[in-house]
């Protein structure tokens, strides 16, 4: 694992432009108002050769009575306990206030290195007002410029002399990457805090908590990988705040960037459109898709229930009946495990290959069981099958006439696919060449 890098402060000071300066995208939040940020939002840099991983916190904002403000500083101290080194941004333009000699005491407490930057020096006056923040008493203090990009080179030659040394074998390992997806307040940051053991991320009644896309590094039996929680997708209409948005937009790419994603529903209000387009949307991308029910303990239920629920969720999935189902209780710690075992199984079938000899011994005596109805006079014959060396299943099949194979028929064979080779959860896309 690469070493961490927490950057702290109260609100408004630049740590999240700072962030995205050093991961080179947009990928936390920024708005020109405080308390944007609220959880903790993880990057990877690389600098002279070392990698290492990027935390940018919510505001520190101390006595407060505002609910996020509280969770906020309790996502600070636990950044601080993950981080190697710590980043404590200030403002030079605002200068020294109250909130930096609290945060101040927090970190004379820890023995970890401590890194005092003076962010928003755009000139010579405000980098010379940077000078007061000594009085914290926590060694040199490096003005920089989040925006412009001043200084921040100076700045983290002296970080990466700080780091410890790390694994090349661990840097470059791959994970598997499983983002969980739904709509706001179905539970996803209760799940993934559940399998963590602790509050990775601020759970909260207020639907819509979670704005960023949260990423989490997990080990379940051995098996290592990339766990993400996202904010919830709104319908487009709902969507009408630049930061509800950009939350959307950031959910969205996180499913493009995952091999899994795990669905999650409210069973409450059982599977509606705005779920179906959060499948289809994985669908279009060939992600491997696990559908979980949260909140089954909430349901009166008798022996029938679990089959006629899933029944009723088929059908609304149609034709796509190859994604598992699991009811499951985050609230109960029910089945939690086992969802995460079957992502991790999905993202095993997305990445099988079937040798060509085994796929035509199986599929040719089906088609020649079976073969493809005639179309316009033409004698229809698959004479070969072959797995394309794409990153989803794609399979190839070459016929005399394959413009004349309709849909039905396409659909049978998928269908063949799956019942002989699996690929549960998991997309499969069927091509049709000239042969």
């Known amino acids: 694992m690469s070493s961490i890098i927490a950057i ?10 700072f962030f995205n300066r050093l991961v080179e995208k947009r990928k936390a ?5 405080p308390g944007i940020t609220r959880d903790r939002q993880y990057g990877t840099c690389e600098w002279n050769g070392k990698n290492f991983t990027i935390i940018d916190t919510g505001g520190y904002v101390n006595n407060s009575a505002d609910i996020f403000e509280k969770e906020i500083k309790s996502q600070i101290h636990i950044a601080i306990k993950e981080a190697d080194v710590i980043l404590f941004m200030v403002d030079s333009k605002v200068g020294l206030t109250g909130h930096e000699q609290d945060i101040a005491d927090i970190l004379r407490k820890n023995k970890k290195p401590i890194f005092l930057i003076s962010n928003k020096s755009d000139n010579y006056n405000y980098d010379l007002y ?9 060694g040199n203090v490096y003005p920089i410029s989040s925006i412009s990009g001043y200084g921040t080179g100076e700045l983290l030659d002296e970080v990466v002399k700080v780091l410890p040394s790390q694994s090349e074998n661990e840097e470059n390992e791959n ?9 706001p307040n179905v539970g996803k940051s209760s799940f ?8 990775r991320t601020i759970v909260t009644p207020i639907a819509g908590t979670t704005r960023d896309s949260i990423n989490s590094f997990y080990n379940l039996f051995g098996k290592n990988f990339i766990i993400t929680d996202t904010a919830g997708i709104r319908k487009k209409a709902k969507v009408n705040e ?3 948005f950009y939350s959307v937009m950031r959910s969205l790419k996180a499913l493009q960037e995952s091999d899994v994603c795990i669905i999650l529903v409210d069973a409450q209000q059982s599977l509606e459109s705005q779920d179906l387009n959060i499948i289809s949307y994985a669908q279009k991308n060939k992600k491997g898709i696990l559908l979980l029910i949260n909140k089954w303990d909430l349901i009166e239920k008798d022996h029938t229930t679990i089959k006629e629920f899933k029944k009723l969720i088929l059908d609304k999935l149609a034709p796509a009946t190859y994604i598992p189902i699991i009811f499951v209780s985050v609230l109960n710690k029910l089945r939690i495990h086992k969802a995460v075992n079957k ?3 999905i993202y095993s079938e997305r990445n099988k290959r079937i040798s060509t000899s085994e796929l035509n011994s199986v599929m040719l005596e089906i088609i020649n069981k079976y073969p493809p109805p005639s179309n316009k006079g033409k004698y229809i014959k698959i004479k070969y099958i072959t797995q394309l060396p794409t990153k989803t299943p794609t399979f190839a099949f070459f016929s005399n006439f394959p413009q004349y194979i309709k ?7 998928e269908n063949q696919l799956r019942k002989h080779f699996g690929f549960e959860g998991v997309p499969i896309s069927l091509v049709f060449r000239k042969k």
Not at 8 to 17: A, C, D, E, L, M
Not at 175 to 183: E, N
Not at 407 to 413: A, D, T
Request: aromatic share 10%; proline share 6%; hydrophobic share 30%.
């Open 8 to 17: 702290i402060g109260r609100p408004n000071v630049g740590k999240s432009t």
């Open 29 to 33: 939040i920024t708005e020109n108002e």
């Open 130 to 138: 940077s000078n007061d923040f000594y009085k914290l008493g926590l």
């Open 175 to 183: 994970y598997p990457k499983i983002s969980i997806l739904g709509r």
């Open 192 to 199: 993934l805090n559940v399998l963590l053991g602790n509050d």
């Open 242 to 244: 630049n930061i509800e």
């Open 343 to 345: 992502a991790l199984d």
């Open 407 to 413: 849909q039905p028929y396409k659909n049978y064979l």
